[in-house]
């Protein structure tokens, strides 16, 4: 069968042979067992109702060994034949181009190249899903190439309910990940519902299908980077960032750090990630002894070297190797996957990966006592290296969050309202004030005729708008303005493409729309193919995370999550071709709400209408509520927002004068 014949038969009539396990990729580790015999028979019949009922018997016993062996049903039998990669947006059958673009972001998601455990369906972050099981993925693929432009496609974790009438403005699909009542969403309440096939954790671009790679984050990561060192007053150059994890996204770190112009040591304890960075070019050097790490480090530092290493074993060694031979660290973070810390988010030190991951599955609890030993040594050691002077911030990951509750010593001496942890978030910090007060958030764009050419076309488009716009910029805003013009212009030399022809860049309402203004006017034109508007998550208005992206929100306010909701609803009506909604995100399950959109540009009027309302209100939003938190950057975002646009009235907040609350 062609590959349009295969997406157009959706589940088949006809079973496919079973395929053999492939030892050859990376897959995701086993499950806990967590369902009692019962609920076993609840999976069983979850999975099943995919199946015509004379499938039942032969697919039955199948889906019990799934279960028992990897704590899910994955259904590997209905895995695809043809290879997994974006192609190019006419090779879709499909009736509905928004519908073709949104297919190549699903297989972008799950193409090799990008997915951390492609067979499970799973991008990033150990848990991050696209769909739950391969029936999802091609009842999906086929309700996307039966859909017109008058119907909308619901997904409910993973799972397509089904086309419905709608209209040629709303949203094409609707995603919802992990939505559980607020009682029911604590980490083994993920493991039971997940194990049931009844709800997934899409993570934030996973689920939503805007992950472009690590490229994703490492724009993002630079930019915390450079700011990290500007914060403690040093140059990068000859100077030492010691982090962890190169899955997903954390595998942007050490690219980050070599645009950054630093040193970078970056512990990974998954050997086969570890060797695919090293061929993709995201590490420059891997080595697996601490002595010889010590020596090349050294040596780096001496001659002031860029250079990104890979250590391929536990960063709590290279913690306390450093602090041992009185290696100075500059900057230190982690970002190993701690929003799940029990299913291979994070792992125990003096414990081979291999025996981890069997501990990990048949023996949970002392997995759990051995990751939290480990979490009060590592904070231990870095505690021991921030008295001697280095700068180290939480990168979100809930490294702080699941120290704590290991009993580490990461509290502050002195807590205030959203101050609780001796380290900042490097939002609190850093993206916060710097960023996304100020409306500049990570902002995606995808050229859906998968061609090289078109996307160097966009670099160059999208860094003469800027240019432009930084002529009339604000003093406030040239520091944001300048690095973004210098990242797109090393965009290409710095071969940050993994999978789809895809572009990230930090940039602000004004240009945003402008940008994608000037794309829409190129594909009008016939100079480019279509393009897909999209952005991470994690940004000014999306995500509603309180020891993240809202960790700079002092107003009490960091708790709630009706950014996000109001976020994806204005979008769905202001001309978003998809939008999603996740309980997840990269701080963990019931920690954050988080909400995305992709928008594809097609060179007409009504995509240029529809980006300049949709992208406006989608930055706006979220600076309209940190603005009332009484951020000062945010404040003087939202007024000169406001003189731009006269439609645009937001309730400025009046600031107390302190001297007069302290007189209580």
Sequence with gaps: MSFKDQILEGIPSVLPPVKPYDDTINHAPKRKEILSAEEKKLALQNALRYF???????????????????????????????????????????????????????????????????????????????????????????????????????IYSGHPMGLFPSHKEAPRVVVTNGMMIPNYSKPDDWEKFNALGVTQYGQMT?????????????????????????????????????????????????????????ITVCAEV?????????????????????????????????????????????????????????????????????????????????????????????????????????????????????????????????????????????????????????????????????????????????????KPEDLAKTDAIACKVLEEIKLNSPDEIQQQ????????????????VVGSQARILYADAEGRMKIAQAFNDAIAKGDIGYVVLGRDHHDVSGTDSPYRETSNIYDGSRFTADMAIQNVIGDSFRGATWVSIHNGGGVGWGEVINGGFGMILDGTKGAERRLKSMLFWDVNNGISRRSWARNEGAIFAIKRAMAIEPNLKVTIPNLVDIDLLNSL
């Design 52 to 154: 015509d009922p004379s499938q039942h018997a032969e697919l039955l016993p199948e889906f019990k060994n799934e279960l028992e062996t990897y704590g899910r049903i994955y259904m590997y039998r209905l895995r695809p034949d043809y290879r997994m990669y974006a192609r190019p947006l006419d090779a879709y059958p499909a009736q509905s181009k928004q519908a073709a673009a949104i297919m190549l972001m699903i297989q972008n998601n799950l193409d090799y190249a990008v997915a951390q455990h492609p067979h499970e369906l799973i991008t990033y972050g150990g848990n991050g899903a696209v769909f739950s099981n391969w029936a999802q993925y091609r009842l999906t693929m086929k309700y996307l190439a039966e859909m017109n432009d008058e119907q909308t496609l619901t």
């Design 206 to 262: 996973a689920g939503s299908y805007m992950y472009i790679g690590p490229q994703g984050i490492v724009h993002g990561t630079t930019i915390t980077v450079l700011n990290g060192f500007r914060k403690i007053n040093k140059s990068p150059r000859g100077n030492l960032f010691v982090t962890s994890g190169l899955g997903g996204m954390s595998g942007a770190q050490p690219k980050a750090g070599t645009i950054a112009g630093c």
């Design 481 to 496: 303005m300048t690095d973004n013009i210098q990242w797109i212009k090393g965009a290409q030399e710095n071969k940050l």
């Design 270 to 450: 998954n050997p086969k990630i570890t060797q695919v960075r090293l061929d993709q070019g995201w590490i420059d050097e891997k080595i697996t002894d601490l002595d010889q790490l010590v020596a090349r480090v050294k040596k780096a530092k001496a001659d002031e070297e860029t250079v990104s290493i890979a250590y391929l074993g536990n960063i709590v060694d290279v913690w306390e190797k450093f602090d041992e031979e009185n290696i100075h660290i500059d900057l230190g973070s982690d970002q190993t996957s701690l929003h799940n810390p029990w299913a291979g988010g994070y792992y125990p030190v003096d414990i081979s990966f291999e025996d981890a991951n069997t501990m990990m599955a048949n023996n949970p609890e002392l997995f759990r006592e051995k990751v939290q030993e480990t979490l009060r040594r590592h904070a231990k050691a870095i505690n021991k290296h921030t008295n001697k002077g280095t700068y180290f911030f939480d990168y979100g990951n809930a490294f702080l969050l699941e120290a704590s509750r290991a009993g580490a010593d990461v509290m502050s001496d002195h807590p205030t309202l959203g101050r609780e942890f001796k380290f900042p978030s490097y939002v609190q910090d850093i993206m916060g004030p710097m960023c996304f007060d100020y409306g500049f958030g990570p902002f995606r764009w995808v050229c859906t005729s998968g």
